[in-house]
């Protein structure tokens, strides 16, 4: 019966593909999940390279030109003359313009969970959540309390916790539910790499000590699975590139007097690789925006600046029908990254000794490829996938629920089925 299938979903955040090729790196448990189910060499992502437009690519099938999830919140557009801002605590229903398979599973009459997920605030169909920051009255906090998983202060001060002892914790309420609820779909969802590899870069002992650490979380949410009714999926959302040079787009625009402390006729958003550029004196336009285009064509650093007639191409919506897309798309070159701030000069003057990591730059980067996995129930033993896509991953969970996505971009990956 449908209602007896269950699929437990596992984004390890900022997990580089590229990461699987060192042999030497500290990760038995998900080298075990590889040999002993399927894997793919390589999981394309969707621009922009961020992390919720990317979950969100995996539990639509779609990219976001459908899902319009292009940021890590939901961007607004405060006035006239005014920066455009970052909302992150918005309800999925507003942000989210495609069915889901957590949707999917609900109306089926499934049984839906997610710890730490993304772009999913107050989502109606979600019947146990332990979200990205724990509120005291919640029910599986709640739960915990009262098992003496978690600690009332850890729980009351859960946004200034640690982040590897939040991953903890998300770990810890996601063995919870999938003991105590026992949920059809559980999506779960670790932080620390990214942050490690954002402060850091990857391939360094910073960074392997981060995947270990991503490895013994996955270990200990296995003890309270059973492989043999349960499928596993282990994917990540992106992966990273070292940066040691940083671009800030808003101080040229400040500059040439476009950009103002209280007023500006333009604003960039940067999302690390890339950088998204309003136009907010919509008045003007159609003067800016050639020229503004321009300035930003001659920047060291940047490799392209996309305009609205090469999006179809990237995966981006068109922002004639959709407000919360940019009017053009800066691409930076390898070692350099966007920043917001508007003091300093444009671009720095000299490459930093102490380099950090980004993603965000463009899907066809091989570095920004993400990880898949799957083992447990349905899965074949051994399959070894060459490049797949992060489209495919909400298909493929549906399947495995004996359920149908329709009207997607990815495809259900039927190659590692039994």
Same mark, same amino acid.
């Given at each position: 019966?449908?209602?007896?299938?269950? %699929?437990?979903?596992?984004?390890?955040?900022?997990?580089?593909?590229?990461?699987?090729?060192?042999?030497?790196?500290?990760?038995?448990?998900?080298?075990?999940?590889?040999?002993?189910?399927?894997?793919?060499?390589?999981?394309?992502?969707?621009?922009?390279?961020?992390?919720?437009?990317?979950?969100?690519?995996?539990?639509?099938?779609?990219? +976001?030109?459908?899902?319009?999830?292009?940021?890590? !919140?939901?961007?607004?557009?405060?006035?006239?003359?005014?920066?455009?801002?970052?909302?992150?605590?918005?309800?999925?229903?507003?942000?989210?313009? =495609?069915?889901?398979?957590?949707?999917?599973?609900?109306?089926? !009459?499934?049984?839906?969970?997610?710890?730490?997920?993304?772009?999913?605030?107050?989502?109606?169909?979600? *019947?146990?959540?332990?979200?990205?920051?724990?509120?005291?009255?919640?029910?599986?906090?709640?739960?915990?309390?009262?098992?003496?998983?978690?600690?009332?202060?850890?729980?009351?001060?859960?946004?200034?916790?640690?982040? *590897?002892?939040?991953?903890?914790?998300?770990?810890?309420?996601?063995?919870?539910?999938?003991?105590?609820?026992?949920?059809?779909?559980?999506?779960?969802?670790?932080?620390?790499?990214?942050?490690?590899?954002?402060?850091?870069?990857?391939?360094?002992? +910073?960074?392997?000590?981060?995947?270990?650490?991503?490895?013994?979380?996955?270990?200990?949410?296995?003890?309270?699975?059973?492989?043999?009714?349960?499928?596993?999926?282990?994917?990540?959302?992106?992966?990273?590139?070292?940066?040691?040079?940083?671009?800030?787009?808003? =101080?040229?625009?400040?500059?040439?007097?476009?950009?103002?402390?209280?007023?500006?006729?333009?604003?960039?958003?940067?999302?690390?690789?890339?950088?998204?550029?309003?136009?907010?004196?919509?008045?003007?336009?159609?003067?800016?925006?050639?020229?503004?285009?321009?300035?930003?064509?001659?920047?060291?650093?940047?490799?392209?600046?996309?305009?609205? *007639?090469?999006?179809?191409?990237? !995966?981006?919506?068109?922002?004639?029908?959709?407000?919360?897309?940019?009017?053009?798309?800066?691409?930076?070159?390898?070692?350099?990254?966007?920043?917001?701030?508007?003091?300093?000069?444009?671009?720095?003057?000299?490459?930093?000794? *102490?380099?950090?990591?980004?993603?965000?730059?463009?899907?066809?980067?091989?570095?920004?490829?993400?990880?898949?996995?799957?083992?447990?129930?349905?899965?074949?033993? !051994?399959?070894?996938?060459?490049?797949?896509?992060?489209?495919? %991953?909400?298909?493929?969970?549906?399947?495995?629920?004996?359920?149908?996505?329709?009207?997607?971009?990815?495809?259900?990956?039927?190659?590692?089925? %039994?």
């Amino acid at each position: 019966m449908a209602n007896e299938r269950s %699929v437990v979903l596992i984004s390890l955040d900022g997990f580089p593909a590229y990461a699987l090729e060192d042999e030497l790196l500290p990760i038995p448990t998900l080298r075990r999940l590889m040999r002993n189910g399927a894997s793919a060499k390589r999981m394309k992502t969707v621009n922009p390279t961020v992390t919720w437009p990317n979950h969100t690519a995996m539990i639509t099938g779609v990219d +976001a030109s459908k899902h319009g999830v292009l940021f890590n !919140g939901m961007l607004t557009r405060p006035g006239p003359k005014q920066p455009v801002k970052l909302e992150p605590w918005r309800d999925k229903a507003e942000m989210v313009k =495609a069915q889901t398979v957590y949707d999917l599973a609900h109306n089926a !009459g499934m049984t839906t969970a997610q710890v730490n997920w993304v772009a999913i605030f107050n989502a109606a169909t979600i *019947t146990w959540k332990f979200p990205e920051l724990a509120i005291p009255d919640g029910q599986i906090e709640k739960e915990l309390l009262a098992s003496g998983e978690v600690t009332e202060k850890e729980i009351a001060t859960f946004r200034t916790v640690n982040i *590897t002892r939040r991953d903890q914790i998300w770990t810890r309420a996601a063995a919870h539910i999938l003991k105590a609820h026992k949920p059809n779909l559980l999506m779960y969802h670790l932080l620390n790499m990214d942050s490690t590899h954002h402060t850091y870069s990857s391939r360094n002992q +910073a960074s392997n000590s981060a995947m270990g650490f991503a490895d013994g979380q996955v270990h200990e949410l296995l003890e309270a699975i059973d492989l043999a009714k349960t499928t596993v999926i282990v994917v990540s959302d992106h992966g990273f590139r070292m940066i040691n040079r940083t671009i800030r787009p808003n =101080a040229l625009l400040h500059h040439y007097g476009l950009l103002e402390t209280n007023s500006c006729d333009a604003y960039v958003f940067p999302e690390g690789g890339t950088a998204m550029v309003y136009i907010t004196d919509r008045a003007r336009r159609a003067e800016l925006l050639p020229k503004v285009k321009e300035m930003f064509s001659k920047v060291e650093g940047i490799a392209r600046v996309v305009d609205a *007639t090469g999006y179809a191409e990237l !995966g981006f919506p068109d922002p004639a029908g959709y407000d919360q897309m940019s009017d053009l798309v800066l691409v930076a070159k390898p070692g350099f990254g966007f920043a917001a701030q508007m003091d300093g000069g444009v671009v720095d003057e000299a490459p930093s000794r *102490t380099p950090n990591g980004a993603h965000g730059y463009l899907n066809s980067d091989p570095d920004m490829d993400a990880i898949f996995i799957a083992c447990g129930a349905g899965i074949r033993k !051994g399959v070894k996938l060459d490049t797949i896509r992060n489209v495919d %991953v909400a298909p493929t969970v549906a399947e495995l629920l004996g359920l149908k996505m329709p009207d997607v971009q990815g495809r259900p990956l039927r190659a590692i089925f %039994v």
